[in-house]
C-alpha cells in the first residue's frame, strides 16, 4: 500500500484526545455551556486536566475571569445536545434552553453541573502560563460526581468536519494502574 499525503489541517482529527465534553462557565450570573473535544489528563492526584478553550469561543472570557468551570460527560444519548451546543454562541443565545439540558447548582464553583451527564467534574484553573500562547487552561478537579446506575456511558469522539466516533466495545488487560 502507498502513502499519501494528508492534509495537515486535519491531524487533529488523527489525534483526537478524548470524549467530547459539555464545558460549563458562570459570570455575572449567566450560564453558558460549549461543547469542548480538545483536552487530557495530565496528573492522578490532584486530578489535573488540560484544555484548550479558542479565544473566539464565548466560554474563554468566563473561564479566564472565574478561573472556574465544570467538565460535564454526555454519553451517545446526548449527541443532539452537543452538536447544537458546539454549533450556536452563548453569546447570542441560551444553549440550556436550546439543547433542552438541565442546569444543576455545583458545590464548589459557580458553573452548573448538567443532570443529564453522566459525570460532571468541577473545576478550578490553576495554571494559565500556556493561555496566552496556546489558549490552554491547566484546571484541576475539586470535586467529582458520577450517576452509578447511568448504564449508557459511550462517549462521543470529535473526527472534524461534522463526524463524531462513538466509543464502544471495552477489553481488559493485566494492568497496575488504577
Not at 19 to 26: D, M, Q, R
Not at 143 to 170: C, D, V, Y
Amino acid at each position: 500500500m502507498s502513502r499519501q499525503p494528508y492534509p495537515l489541517d486535519l491531524v487533529y482529527a488523527l489525534l483526537e484526545p478524548g470524549p467530547v465534553l459539555l464545558l460549563t462557565t458562570a459570570q455575572h450570573g449567566k450560564a453558558n455551556v460549549m461543547s469542548l473535544s480538545w483536552q487530557t489528563p495530565l496528573e492522578f492526584e490532584p486530578p489535573l486536566v488540560g484544555c484548550v478553550v479558542s479565544t473566539g469561543d464565548f466560554s474563554f472570557k468566563a473561564l479566564q475571569a472565574t478561573r472556574q468551570c465544570v467538565l460535564n460527560i454526555p454519553s451517545v444519548a446526548l449527541a443532539g445536545a452537543v452538536v447544537t451546543c458546539g454549533n450556536v454562541s452563548g453569546e447570542d443565545a441560551d444553549k440550556f434552553a436550546l439543547s433542552g439540558l438541565t442546569a444543576l447548582p455545583a458545590s464548589q464553583v459557580e458553573a452548573p453541573l448538567i443532570a443529564e451527564c453522566f459525570a460532571n467534574l468541577e473545576c478550578r484553573v490553576v495554571d494559565t502560563r500556556l493561555v496566552n500562547r496556546y489558549n490552554f487552561f491547566v484546571l484541576e478537579v475539586v470535586a467529582a460526581w458520577h450517576k452509578p446506575a447511568e448504564k449508557e456511558r459511550r462517549t462521543l469522539h470529535h473526527q472534524g468536519n461534522g463526524m463524531f466516533m462513538i466509543a464502544g466495545e471495552s477489553i481488559r488487560s493485566a494492568s497496575k494502574m488504577k
